[in-house]
């Protein structure tokens, strides 16, 4: 059986990033009261989370249609990760689900099989239960941050190091 890890309700749960763009450490991190959980996202995870998250608020919206909006509001002081920053495991996959009796929102973030003698007894699965409008809240701050990166090149549309911009389009020349 796997190590599980919930929290229900969070008091905050959030995602950032940490270090220079183009080598930025995505995380997911979530508290209540003392207790602190946070494991280590690809950015493209953080990006197909909140659009995820918006398809997802909107069904419910269908399904429950007496449910009032979800607040995507955030201040950004208050959306950053709190150090120390010890992520438990890297997340493989991510869903969500809802319990409406309670009218919460659960984010699984599960470890993935990463070596041959990985046994699935030793992989953890963090379940983050919040509501609404803070995972809608934690969405838009995703996309906020994910755009921060490295600027796009308007050629070929993939992440300029700021190193130098190897462009597939210009066949690596400047002019």
């Known amino acids: ?34 207790r602190i959980v946070a494991a280590i996202v690809e950015k493209v995870q953080v990006q197909s989370l909140a659009v995820a998250v918006e398809q997802f608020l909107a069904e419910l919206n269908t399904k ?4 009032p909006n ?4 955030f201040d950004e002081d208050h959306m950053h990760i709190h150090p120390p920053v010890d992520a438990l495991f890297r997340a493989a996959e991510i869903g969500l689900g809802y319990d409406p009796e309670q009218d ?31 995972i809608r809240s934690m969405a838009n701050w995703g996309i906020e941050i994910a755009s921060r990166g490295r600027p796009t090149c ?12 190897f462009c597939a389009r ?6």
């Open 170 to 175: 210009k066949n690596g020349h400047k002019h």
């Open 64 to 67: 429950h249609v007496d449910l």
């Open 104 to 134: 919460l929102v659960a984010v699984e973030l599960r470890e993935g099989l990463d070596a041959a003698d990985t046994n699935e007894d030793d992989l953890y699965i963090a379940r983050l239960w919040c509501t609404r409008s803070q």
């Open 154 to 165: 308007p050629q070929c549309g993939e992440p300029m190091d700021p190193a130098g911009h």
């Open 1 to 34: 059986m796997s190590k599980t890890i919930e929290l229900r309700p969070v008091d905050h749960i959030t995602t950032d990033a940490i270090g220079p763009a183009g080598q930025r450490v995505f995380y997911i991190q979530a508290w209540k009261e003392e």
């Open 70 to 73: 979800a607040s995507a509001d």
